[in-house]
């Protein structure tokens, strides 16, 4: 398949490898996913796959010695992570290095970058039992620490418990990581089956970006991946709407300026042909700085610092997110649901339509600027049935309609609100 | 101006116009986008200054960020609606040293590159209007109050500066602000905003000859004179030596720091930071024996960050992240760098970190958003934008020991712990 500056093509075993030929950078950029569905179970287990193996591997058996491997290939970086895109898991391994033309011994350095990376991926340091016991409990040890630290960031506290309430019951309603006491529960050996079961289970999409002929690399991959594979089947994403009666949670915490953030469960689809209508309907709502959101209750009204919205257009939802004097929540609250209903009764000016248009637009432009935006733009294209370029996705929003927008939005609803509040909070009746 | 680094073969052009204001242009081919950066050298720490054969002035901690805030809107409109009739991505920020106004655009350059021009130099200033802002910039600074990455640096300056304006947060504290009138604004902005204390940078797809039409046209004030910022002389010693306090986290924040003597002259302060960024990742980066051994045993986790800090006047090494045991890291810091000094810095390691940073430098030319960025940073500082690549080609293991040796005396030094609120520190 090419679309755009893409070509995929496939080696085999349920492994593709993608080509963004782009020569603009100083450093190319190669990222492995593992795409699986969400597995409650497996929360933990699978967010310690990445953790363990971007530390060390049976070539490197500490982190220091793959760390000064990669100052010798001029600062390159390995990393892993897992995240969520829809009611996927997706496990992504790293590597950027500079491209070949600035080697100053003329090495070979995507090759040498594609080996690293597979080395980390495919053999990683291991003791009788599985997967480097001494390795595990020390980043066992840091996941707990990073799930014990989501309150420090209170903003992303405050959204993550929303989006938790939201998708209760449902596989979304799963963190990368899980819960505390699912961290603490993991053994060394759920860890070395969510790994043997990552390589052997899931789809895998290589993605390359940059100048360097990656032929080389892509035959890395392909040798690495030459034992058979039998990928899961992935269900489709679950585009749930909002329950009929809307949530409300209230949180106190010692802090100086509350958190007030809501939430709608569109229905829609990556695929449905609304999506732009909701793009823009979003954006104009929240998303620019020519918005109702920020003009009119942030510059306005003076009831909030920042008050944004948002779509996650790969689970269907928007967020209205916003950080408000404690004082003012129920003040600020009743402005969002203000602003909300307007969109929906079509209360929308021309040039807010396209300030949202030509917001949407600079930013869709400007995906390719960035190499790391640029590689996972198109990874989320997969998921969709048709892949847009960025131009394609433009031309879309430019069409968009005043009704279009509103018929979209007369149809949500809200799913529901959590609030974070500090002491001497007086309104809890006024919600 | 034509500046050019052979290596990778790029180019930037400088100049400096007729009102006074100097420019940088550094054109790059195949991004779509274009980035361009109106500053000006006027930050936080500038809070007592003179214009040329006129008396000092003190004014309220946190007005440049204020003014920033402010310069947004003039009379009849604010700049943000101007850009979104373009479609630019708009923004603005203030820093210790600087306060930068920038957008970023895929179409429509010369309008949007117009409205930053003329915005930045059309200020608007009433009672209503001043008075109006105070309440977003409260609520700007009661978010950081609930920061504790945020609260754990302030209070480490606290500890370090006596008189630096780095120890005080940039936007200032809810009391400051309510003494700023639209008198003190324009006070500022007059002293500060005059072309020859300012600087253009454009980077990305853009046609430099369009540019410099546009400057050309749009620069309406010829330079008044300079200003004297003043800063009392800071003493070598740190304030305290420790400083701790109790917030809504999980796991104890920590950083601790080491002020030094910024060189005065730019490139020999440079070089300083340059040889800096190499000695600690030498002795605390993820090839080190020190992260290796405290991370191993937990005593760190990826948190962990060292960090040059650096920028007019001010030059400090500061080390942080979340650990059970903050004070033990201290003084297994401590221990590492006696060892370090005793023995020297190694070769093979000093080649590495060597090459790891040129390619990082390398790296920092992908983005015309960071290449814009860096070409105002180092034109303030007085130094041209390659001048990190050729110092660091020319680094000497010996320049490095003998820095090594000169530094970390204890009494330059200060621990700042944020403890979490349900649990005290089990040491």
């Known amino acids: ?431 | 101006m034509k500046m050019t680094y052979e290596p990778v073969g790029e180019s930037y052009e400088r100049y400096q116009d007729p009102s006074g204001v100097t420019v940088l242009l550094y054109p790059m081919k195949g991004y779509s986008g274009a980035y361009a950066l109106f500053g000006t050298k006027y930050g936080s720490i500038d809070q007592y200054f003179a214009r040329e054969g006129e008396p000092f002035s003190l004014v309220p901690a946190g007005i440049a960020h204020y003014l920033e805030h402010k310069l947004f809107e003039s009379e009849d409109c604010d700049a943000f609606s101007l850009f979104s009739k373009t479609g630019a991505s708009a923004n603005a920020y203030t820093s210790f040293d600087k306060t930068v106004y920038l957008f970023s655009c895929t179409e429509r350059f010369e309008e949007s590159f117009g409205i930053l021009l003329d915005f930045v130099q059309s200020p608007y200033f009433t009672e209503e209007n001043v008075k109006k802002e105070q309440g977003i910039i409260a609520q700007e600074i009661k978010m950081y109050d609930d920061d504790p990455g945020w609260q754990v640096f302030f209070r480490l300056l606290g500890a370090l500066y006596h008189n630096h304006g780095v120890k005080t947060d940039i936007a200032g504290t809810v009391e400051s602000i309510s003494h700023i009138t639209p008198e003190l604004l324009y006070r500022c902005y007059h002293a500060f905003y005059d072309p020859s204390n300012m600087v253009i940078a454009v980077a990305g797809n853009f046609s430099p000859e369009t540019a410099k039409e546009l400057i050309a046209s749009h620069m309406k004030a010829k330079s008044q004179g300079k200003t004297v910022s003043f800063t009392e002389d800071e003493p070598e010693t740190a304030v305290c030596p420790y400083t701790e306090t109790v917030m809504e986290v999980s796991l104890p924040l920590f950083q601790f720091g080491y002020k030094m003597m910024p060189d005065p002259d730019p490139y020999a302060f440079l070089k300083a930071q340059i040889e800096w960024e190499i000695i600690l990742e030498m002795l605390v980066g993820a090839s080190s024996d020190f992260y290796d051994a405290l991370y191993s045993e937990g005593l760190l986790n990826a948190t962990f960050d060292a960090e040059v800090f650096s920028g007019r006047g001010f030059l400090s090494l500061i080390f942080g992240g979340e650990s059970k045991k903050p004070k033990e890291v201290f003084a297994r810091f401590k221990e590492m760098i006696r060892k370090a000094k005793e023995e020297g810095l190694d070769e093979k390691a000093f080649l590495s970190a060597k090459n790891g940073l040129y390619g990082k430098y390398l790296k920092g030319l992908n983005d015309a958003d960071g290449v814009a960025a860096d070409l105002i940073n180092s034109e303030m500082a007085g130094v041209g934008f390659f001048d990190p690549f050729l110092i660091l080609s020319k680094l000497t293991l010996s320049d490095l020991n003998q820095r090594l040796k000169n530094a970390f005396a204890e009494n330059t030094s200060a621990l700042s712990l944020i403890l979490p609120k349900h649990q005290t520190e089990q040491e």
């Open chain 1, 1 to 431: 398949m090419t679309k755009g500056p893409v070509r995929r093509e496939s080696l085999g075993n349920g492994v593709f490898f993608s080509t963004i030929s782009e020569n603009r950078f100083k450093s190319n950029l190669l990222a492995v996913h593992f795409l699986l569905p969400i597995d409650e179970g497996q929360a933990s287990s699978l967010a310690l796959v990445p953790m363990m193996l971007e530390k060390c591997s049976e070539k490197y058996p500490r982190y220091r010695f793959l760390s000064r491997r990669l100052d010798a290939l001029y600062g390159a970086y390995i990393g892993g992570n897992m995240s969520k895109y829809g009611d996927r898991f997706v496990v992504t391994f790293y590597a950027s290095v500079i491209e070949n033309r600035y080697a100053l011994q003329k090495e070979d350095l995507l090759k040498e970058s594609a080996a690293l990376l597979s080395e980390v991926i495919f053999h990683p340091l291991r003791d009788e039992e599985g997967l480097d016991y001494q390795n595990f409990s020390l980043q066992k040890e840091y996941l707990m620490d990073s799930i014990r630290s989501q309150i420090n960031d209170k903003r992303r506290y405050a959204l993550n418990r929303l989006i938790e309430k939201m998708y209760q019951g449902e596989r979304y309603g799963v963190f990368p990581g899980g819960t505390l006491k699912q961290a603490e529960a993991v053994t060394a050996r759920d860890v070395t089956d969510s790994y043997n079961r990552m390589l052997k289970e899931a789809s895998v999409e290589i993605f390359y970006t940059g100048d360097t002929d990656p032929e080389a690399a892509k035959a890395i991959f392909r040798e690495c991946f030459s034992k058979e594979r039998t990928p899961v089947n992935i269900p489709k994403t679950d585009f749930s709407v909002s329950r009929e009666t809307p949530f409300l949670i209230k949180e106190r915490m010692d802090v100086t300026q509350g958190k007030l953030c809501i939430g709608v469960k569109t229905g829609i689809s990556s695929d449905d042909p609304r999506l732009s209508a909701l793009r823009v309907g979003v954006n104009l709502l929240g998303g620019n700085p020519a918005s109702k959101f920020f003009l009119h209750i942030r510059e306005r009204d003076n009831l909030c610092y920042y008050c944004l919205a948002r779509l996650d257009r790969l689970k269907g939802f928007l967020i209205f997110d916003s950080g408000v004097d404690s004082k003012n929540i129920p003040a600020a609250k009743q402005a969002i649901l203000k602003e909300f209903s307007a969109v929906q009764n079509g209360e929308i000016t021309d040039e807010e339509i396209a300030a949202a248009k030509l917001a949407l637009c600079n930013s869709f432009r400007s995906v390719g600027e960035n190499i790391y935006s640029l590689s996972s733009y198109y990874l989320t294209q997969l998921f969709s049935e048709t892949i847009q370029t960025p131009d394609e996705a433009c031309r879309q929003i430019e069409s968009v309609t005043k009704k279009e927008i509103s018929d979209l939005f007369s149809k949500l609803r809200i799913d529901g609100t959590f609030i974070l509040t500090g002491e001497g909070y007086e309104h809890e009746n006024d919600l």
